[in-house]
């Protein structure tokens, strides 16, 4: 983190259609630097899709998104550039299976920084080192458990030293028991003071970790607040529908 600058981020009145079907239906969200917001939502809801807007994997159709000093919304605006500052960790880890770990940290780099191999490889092993898996450097990915490969993803997505870090439910592949160390290296990163936002129904994480939580619900925001307030005591009913079904799921 020491040579990274945060980012902030701001959304306004984002839009976003698939055919007929509106998925993001005026998404306003203001993240300052080194903030970090858990997106919480029922299924369906566009948290996977307003992420992929933020880094323009997909193309919204109204609205602005601006991530420090990039337009992500501007047809002009430099994407390689852009997308080099934003790491994004998904449910499914994304590593390449064929590559080992330290090549899996060190590819992007090299390519798309042209680091030389061995400024790439030294960078790499100091954030395998945060993770606390520089000693599985040299396997495979499939040779690691999902919670191993969701670290190698975040230590992949830091060589690139980026100022804003996007996750979209990190931990919802995981075995139970893996989830708490992922969880922990997240806290880490935002107790260093990345920006960060955090799709998750970790609501124990959102509650320790977040600085805001906001609620979605069929493409909209319908409350956003203090973690402590939003997932406590939410005031809007929906959110407390939806915190009833995620804290208990049996309803009992
Ligand atoms: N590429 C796509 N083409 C068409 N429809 C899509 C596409 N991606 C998402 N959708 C639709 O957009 C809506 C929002 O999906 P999105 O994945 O953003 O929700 P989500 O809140 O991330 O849900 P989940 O909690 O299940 O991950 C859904 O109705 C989905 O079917
Ligand atoms: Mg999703």
């Not at 160390?181 to 990163?189: K, P, T, W, Y």
């Not at 990345?194 to 970790?202: D, K, N, Q, R, Y």
């Amino acid at each position: 983190m020491s040579d990274t600058v945060p980012a902030g981020v701001t959304i306004e009145d984002l839009h976003k259609s698939y055919g007929d079907n509106e998925v993001l239906q005026g998404i306003s969200i203001t993240v300052n630097p080194g903030e970090v917001v858990c997106l919480i939502g029922a299924t369906g809801s566009g948290k996977s899709t307003l992420l992929r807007c933020v880094n323009r994997l997909e193309d919204p159709n109204s609205g602005r998104i601006l991530v420090g000093e990039f337009d992500a919304t501007d047809p002009d605006v430099n994407l390689d550039a852009m997308r080099r500052k934003i790491g994004m960790v998904f449910q499914q880890f994304n590593l390449f299976p064929h590559l080992s770990v330290l090549e899996n940290c060190t590819i992007t780099p090299r390519r798309v920084l042209k680091q030389p191999r061995a400024e790439a490889e030294a960078e790499a092993m100091h954030q395998l080192e945060l993770v606390g898996l520089q000693h599985l450097a040299h396997r495979r990915p499939a040779q690691l458990s999902g919670g191993q490969q969701q670290r190698v993803a975040i230590a992949r997505a830091l060589t690139m030293k980026p100022s804003l870090m996007l996750f979209d439910e990190p931990t919802s592949a995981l075995d139970p028991e893996t989830v708490g160390d992922v969880l922990a290296i997240m806290r880490d990163l935002a107790q260093a003071g990345m920006t960060m936002i955090v799709v998750t129904h970790e609501m124990g994480f959102a509650r320790e970790v977040a600085d805001r939580v906001v609620f979605m619900n069929q493409g909209r925001v319908v409350e956003e607040g203090p973690a402590q307030q939003v997932i406590g005591a939410p005031a809007q009913p929906r959110t407390q529908d939806f915190l009833r079904r995620v804290l208990n799921p049996l309803g009992e």
